[in-house]
């Protein structure tokens, strides 16, 4: 909406319409539009962090919980040789 209609940015030839009227704004879509308007690079960046960035988050859930795994089996061995 805000980038075809209320920006005036040409429809890419590649978007996909939707029955509701509204076109598709992906990848490919941004990329053929990247120099009509400012604000489309800017969602470009946004997208890539925002993919970067979730895919930290993953790889941080892992490392806690290979850590949390790590600690509960030393604190279980140390159980074991105490008692």
Not at 17 to 37: C, P, T, W
């Amino acid at each position: 909406q805000l980038l075809y209609k209320q920006l005036k940015i040409p429809v890419p030839t590649i978007a996909t319409k939707y029955k509701s009227g509204d076109y598709s704004v992906n990848k490919d879509d941004l990329e053929e539009i990247k120099n009509a308007h400012p604000v489309v690079p800017i969602i470009q960046e946004h997208r890539r962090i925002s993919k970067q960035l979730s895919l930290l988050q993953g790889l941080v859930d892992q490392v806690c919980q290979v850590d949390a795994h790590a600690r509960a089996t030393a604190e279980a061995c140390a159980a074991m040789l105490a008692g």
